[in-house]
């Protein structure tokens, strides 16, 4: 994997499956994975609830075939400790999930789960009946610009706890050795990410919650914005500086942003909003990443990005991911010709809205091989799917997925 | 007489409190509710649908666009029904059963009400039967389905399926749409239209109903 983020290319491609809440593999999948490769039956642990992850462990990355392993965060989006676990059954499957995952199912069927696990507050996500994920709930105090306040979107931003430096150092120690490469999530370092916006582990969330107000926010209350980010940058820097301290550079690349800026065909800004709202605050912590520390910064964006990654690039962002080719002016041909060079593509390796849940294990096979074909000359590749494994996709997909790149390097796995 | 172009403006723009304002003193001026819609903010919406489609407008400007649209809206639609003015069409609208997101439906619904028609919105996680009870009770001509995951996808068919069973299927048109959805999955499931943009919508919506 390290060779492929110096743009030289390595023997064969790095896989990653499992290392970051951008690159997972739905709890469903896992289990199905663990199942086809014969590995030792036991309930997968939901390690992110908020999307139904399930964690990928030594046993199931070996014979998949992965090279990448992760430092996750210490606390799920809910805002409880992803620790002490108990059993729950989703779907028909045992699966387990962290000890604070309390939730309330409603007379239709859908699944509440509440902040930091207390019952006593009011739900912050809602899996519908039959769904697969849970989503946020919306809770937006009314908004009264004369009083509206910063810090109040600011509660979740603040000075690392020795809790998650602790997590951090004994994740990474556990993880030496092991030869993997390392991808880290270190929390606080992404800008208006919308998943964040409405603070599913807050109990009480103050300021612009609601995913629409914010969006309009960009537009109408640019300085309140700045305002966040500033504040916002500069613990982040101070945060990694602390963590830096303990691990210094046992991580490979570190997760700081998963901020989408793109949709199916076109943008949720201009490039000119982007320079102006977002481009002065990434280049700020990814200049202290590059001037402290060896990480490469991983930005990750759903959607038709193509016209952002020039400046993705100036502001120091060394991996992009997903790569979602199946979007506007995504064509991977291109993006390898026009970026390849100096932007690692961690993703793209399949598309994951139509061609791994829908298509057939041949379909999987030569889509694959086609995007091997095109990423892998020259480094700069790790191969991943487009965003995470999705409930529902059949385990055959996967595993003609993961053939197809060892057919590639010309290697066999399990 | 209050000038009711600042209205068209003030949609364009952004701005519901102007849109809201001038609304009301056109309203009060005696500018028929109908004008107002056809003269105003359909246009208004039309524009608004073009600067999305070339990329002048990105999501924020067309939510904001939306809620002042809206809150004109909010002002003329029971000025219109007690006139028993016709809409273009009545549309139900909902993000289909198992999936929550709705900021690209919300945006396909406010085109729709921007380009004339009734719109009557059903939230997100909606179930079949909700579909099949709000079309027959509301005697609408369309209906729209959203989706944004791979896995809520399947909804649509389900929907399209049920107003089969109900012997509905060919009292409406069914329209689909969502960031995974493609003319070849509308065709798949038999919708009779697909939108690729909220601008996209409106197009559509337009032809399905004049068919």
Known sequence: ??????????????????????????????????????????????????????????????????DVTGVLPRKTMFGFPA?????????????????????????????????????????????????????AIIRQPEIDDERLDPADNLEEFGPISEDDLDHIERTVRAAGGSGYGMAAAFSGTAFGDIALVPAPFLKNPKGIRDVAEWYMSTRTRRGYIHRIFERQCEISIENLARIHTRIGDAVDCVFLCGTDFGTQTSAFCSVATF??????????????????????????????????LESFIEAGFDIINPVQCSAAGMAPAELK?????????WGGGVDTQKTLPFGTPQEVREEVLRRCEIFAPGGGFVFNSIHNLQAGTPVENIVAMLDAVHQFDGVSHA | ?????????????????????????????????????????????????????????????????????????????????????????????????????????????????????????????????????????????LVALSALLTVTMTSMKTTIDAFQAAGLREKVKIMVGGAPVTQQFADAIGADGYGQSAGAAVAVARKLVAA
């Open chain 1, 83 to 135: 620790a002490d676990w108990k059993e729950w059954n989703f779907h028909g499957l045992d699966v387990l999930v962290p000890g604070d995952f309390r939730t309330r199912t409603e007379p239709n069927g859908d699944i509440l789960i509440f902040p930091e696990g207390d019952e006593t507050a009011a739900p912050s996500g809602r899996m519908p009946m039959g769904s697969a994920f849970f989503d």
């Open chain 2, 1 to 141: 007489m209050p000038d009711p172009v600042k209205l068209r403006e003030a949609v364009i723009e952004g701005d519901w409190k102007t849109a809201a304002a001038v609304t009301q003193a056109a309203i009060a001026a005696g500018v028929a509710p109908l004008a107002i819609v056809t003269g105003y903010l359909v246009p208004a919406m039309d524009e608004v649908g073009r600067r999305f489609e070339c990329e002048e407008y990105f999501v924020p400007e067309m939510l904001l666009s939306a809620r002042a649209m809206k809150a004109s809206m909010d002002i003329v639609r029971p000025l219109l029904a007690a006139a028993g003015a016709e809409p273009v069409g009545r549309v139900v609208i909902g993000t289909v059963k198992g999936d929550l997101h709705d900021i690209g439906k919300n945006l396909v619904a406010s085109m729709l009400e921007g380009g004339g028609f009734e719109v009557i919105d059903l939230g997100a996680d909606v179930a079949p039967e909700r579909f099949i009870e709000a079309a027959a009770a509301n005697s609408a001509n």
């Open chain 1, 337 to 345: 010709r026009k970026y390849g060079s100096r932007l690692v593509f």
């Open chain 1, 1 to 66: 994997m390290r060779t492929a983020l110096e743009h030289r290319e390595p023997d064969r491609i790095p896989l990653d499956f499992g290392s970051t809440a951008v690159t997972g593999i739905h709890v469903s999948c896992v289990a199905a994975l663990r199942d086809y490769y014969g590995l030792a039956p036991r309930p997968v642990k939901v390690h992110e609830p908020y999307q139904m992850l399930g964690l990928v462990e030594d046993d199931l990355r070996a014979a998949m075939g992965l």
């Open chain 1, 275 to 308: 320079r102006e709202l977002w481009f002065p605050y990434y280049k700020r912590v990814n200049d202290w990443v590059h001037a402290h520390t060896a990480w490469r910064c991983f930005k990750h964006s759903c959607g038709s990005v193509e016209r952002f």
